[in-house]
Each structure stands twice: as C-alpha cells, then as structure tokens.
C-alpha cells in the first residue's frame, strides 16, 4: 500500500512529536543524488559521519554517504526529504541499537563486493533501488554479514511505498512500513 505525501508528513510530525525518544533512527543519505543533501547536513545539531575513511577533498565531500542520526535536531533534514526527495532515491533509513562509530564501521565494510567472476565492484548498498533489489536473492550468510548491528532497512519503494527489511531465524523478512518506521 502507498502513502501518499499526506499520510507520510502526518507520520513524519508524530514522530518528531515525541520528546526523549531515543535515537535508535538513522539514515544514510547519498548525497550524490541531489546538492541540496550536503547542505543540511552542515546545518547545526544533525549529527552524521561521511562512510568513507579516507581523508577527501570538499569537492567529494559533497558526493559521499552519510550516516545520519535521526534526531530531533534533523528535523529539517526529514522535511526536506520527505517534501523534495521522496521518490528521488536519496538514501534508506536505518534501525539499530548500535553506537554509531560501530555502524559506521560496519557500513564502510560493505563498499567492496566480490563478484561471481572474482573481480570486485563498489557496492551501493545505501541507494534504495539496490537495496531492495539486493535484499530478496541474499543468502542466510550474506544476511548477517549485510545486516550486522541493524535490526532494519526501510526503503522507499518505486511506488512510493517503504518496506521494512529484516532478518528472522536467519531469513529475510518484510513487511509494508507503519508509522514507527518511518521518519
């Protein structure tokens, strides 16, 4: 079932509504998919950390992935994704109770994929149209090797739709987000 962009903003405000939640969101944002990305994540109080390790010029500063905690201080940033970026790929969302320098970790371990012919590609997990696609043809062990210290993704889905992804008894599982879910 799609949200429309009115159901979406009402459970976006009650999110944000509730005082004291703990921060257990997050999002990873690639902020190649759109210059206006970069910029709030410069703005005061959004915490985030870039995915890559290496020391990189400000010209690729602008086109990393980002780890973001979603805290009341992101507020802008979700308006603006769910106003401007819906639909546009901007990054999936992340739920976990790990401490955020063991997911970053654990996401900049997931850039280099080795594939069938023994090469090795770069690894877009955090783009949503590789993601769910990704997710369905993984293995019990690329599961737990891709999932790690995350409870759930949430992507957006090319209706508009998001879908949670997590693991049960080793599998994966998914089910049409809800309110919780979501941003």
């Not at 005061?44 to 010029?57: E, I, N, S, T």
């Not at 992340?94 to 654990?106: D, I």
């Amino acid at each position: 079932m799609a949200l429309s962009k009115q159901s979406l903003n009402r459970i976006i405000r009650k999110t944000l509504a509730k005082p004291g939640a703990p921060s257990t969101a997050f999002a990873i944002l690639d902020s190649a998919r759109d210059a206006r990305i970069y910029g709030l994540l410069l703005r005061p109080g959004v915490v985030c950390r870039a995915l890559m390790a290496a020391q990189v010029p400000e010209s690729l500063r602008r086109a990393l992935p980002y780890l973001v905690t979603l805290n009341e201080a992101a507020g802008d940033l979700r308006a603006t994704w769910r106003d401007q970026g819906h639909r546009a790929a901007w990054g999936i969302l992340v739920h976990s109770e790990a401490a955020t320098g063991e997911l970053v970790e654990h996401f900049r371990g997931l850039f280099t994929v080795e594939l069938p012919d023994r090469s090795t590609a770069y690894f877009r997990y955090y783009d949503p149209r590789v993601l769910r696609t990704f997710l369905p043809t993984c293995s019990p062990e690329q599961l737990r090797t891709i999932f790690g210290p995350v409870d759930a993704f949430v992507c957006e889905d090319i209706d508009g739709s998001w879908t949670v992804y997590s693991r049960q008894d080793g599998a994966l599982a998914k089910r049409p987000a809800e309110a919780a879910d979501l941003l």
